[in-house]
């Protein structure tokens, strides 16, 4: 769940957005038009040798357009979401967990394809918000105006948590990156009794000057609504906010992120915003508009679906979920 509050902004086309980091405006245009429709190739095949819970994927829309239904998560206040439950889940919402998933890894040294680059991974919401309501309810300015600090998040009707799922895959990507020489720094690991705000978030990926940020969510949408997205900052001047200068290269990250994470994981990309594309851009999410590194968030599907919440509660497909953010970060260090 991201903190939501405005509908999605349209993406930005070609001649109105800063150019990528690595590629002038043309070339980001061919990034999109080849990196996702192989993807989306790869996701049909995929389909026709998937199990149980796959077999009925959302309409994949062509690219390009952002399509004009609105979801929960591009249009309604962070609080209006379906929230996590106020107790902690019991035993029996956990999702399946294997002993070779339980199995530690270790890490190879620091002389991999991204040694000396520096990520940032943020696990969206903290177990503990749902002991701190006064805490985590009150206002922080995000540039554009003053939202909530965090929310709990949305769980599965299960009673699976977005918390408790985005902290276990950031953990999985912090190992695979480690293990290509990054050096990686969680923005909470259960370490904290709530939050950290939404802009504190980002201030600790600023002051590690990170390559790239990545903040992990699960949507809390309407039964049908399913597949992935990615949220890319909108260009944004206001107050303490000027994202001007990582639009393009963050557009670069969520557009080699998306086609990666359909490679790794079989999932469309959603069938209700972003017109099929995956993508979505957003000027109010604080996690963003304060951020002064390239930064996108991926809501990896939508807990309030039956389907996808099997999935999303699937240690498996937990793993597949943080290979595949880390096969698009490393693509877009690589560059």
């Known amino acids: 769940?991201?903190?939501?509050?405005?509908?999605?902004?349209?993406?930005?086309?070609?001649?109105?957005?800063?150019?990528?980091?690595?590629f002038g405006?043309?070339?980001?245009?061919?990034?999109?038009?080849?990196?996702?429709?192989?993807?989306?190739?790869?996701?049909?095949?995929?389909?026709?040798?998937?199990?149980p819970g796959d077999s009925d994927p959302p309409k994949?829309?062509?690219?390009p357009g952002q399509s004009q239904s609105q979801s929960?998560?591009?249009?309604?206040?962070?609080?209006?979401?379906?929230?996590?439950p106020t107790t902690p889940p019991s035993a029996t919402a956990s999702p399946s967990r294997t002993k070779e998933e339980d199995k530690p890894v270790a890490t190879a040294p620091a002389n991999g394809p991204l040694a000396g680059k520096?990520?940032?991974?943020?696990?969206?919401?903290?177990?503990?918000?749902?002991?701190?309501?006064?805490?985590?309810?009150?206002l922080v300015d995000?540039?554009?105006?003053?939202?909530?600090?965090?929310?709990?998040?949305?769980s599965t009707n299960g009673g699976y948590t977005e918390a408790s799922f985005t902290l276990d895959v950031s953990r999985r990507l912090r190992t695979l990156l480690e293990q290509q020489g990054a050096t990686v720094k969680l923005v909470q690991n259960e370490d904290r009794p709530y939050g950290p705000c939404v802009d504190e978030r980002?201030?600790?990926?600023?002051?590690?000057?990170?390559?790239?940020?990545?903040?992990?969510?699960?949507?809390?949408?309407?039964?049908?609504?399913?597949?992935?997205?990615?949220?890319?900052?909108?260009?944004?001047?206001?107050?303490?906010?000027?994202?001007?200068?990582?639009?393009?290269?963050?557009?670069?990250?969520?557009?080699?992120?998306?086609?990666?994470?359909?490679q790794?994981?079989?999932?469309?990309?959603?069938?209700?915003?972003?017109?099929?594309?995956?993508?979505?851009?957003?000027?109010?999410?604080g996690g963003l508009n304060l951020s002064t590194v390239p930064k996108v968030f991926i809501e990896c599907g939508n807990m309030r679906d039956p389907k996808d919440a099997a999935l999303l509660t699937d240690g498996g497909r937990r793993q597949k979920a943080a290979q595949g953010i880390a096969d698009g970060i490393g693509s877009y260090l690589n560059g």
């Not at 995000?142 to 949305?154: L, P, Q």
């Not at 079989?266 to 999410?285: E, F, H, I, W």
């Open 1 to 22: 769940m991201s903190y939501d509050s405005q509908p999605p902004t349209p993406p930005s086309s070609p001649s109105s957005s800063p150019s990528p980091r690595r």
């Open 25 to 51: 405006r043309g070339n980001v245009t061919v990034a999109v038009a080849a990196l996702v429709p192989t993807a989306l190739a790869g996701w049909l095949v995929w389909q026709t040798m998937s199990g």
């Open 60 to 63: 994949v829309v062509p690219l």
């Open 72 to 84: 929960r998560s591009a249009s309604s206040p962070a609080d209006a979401k379906p929230s996590a």
């Open 118 to 138: 520096v990520v940032v991974v943020d696990p969206g919401h903290n177990p503990g918000n749902f002991r701190h309501t006064r805490e985590i309810n009150r």
């Open 142 to 154: 995000v540039g554009t105006h003053r939202k909530e600090c965090d929310t709990t998040g949305t």
């Open 202 to 262: 980002a201030r600790i990926g600023n002051e590690a000057k990170a390559d790239a940020v990545v903040s992990v969510h699960a949507d809390g949408s309407a039964v049908g609504n399913r597949g992935f997205h990615v949220i890319l900052p909108a260009l944004v001047k206001a107050g303490a906010a000027d994202t001007s200068k990582i639009v393009g290269p963050s557009r670069d990250l969520g557009t080699r992120l998306a086609g990666k994470f359909v």
């Open 264 to 285: 790794a994981t079989g999932s469309a990309p959603s069938n209700y915003v972003g017109g099929g594309t995956g993508l979505v851009v957003r000027k109010d999410l």
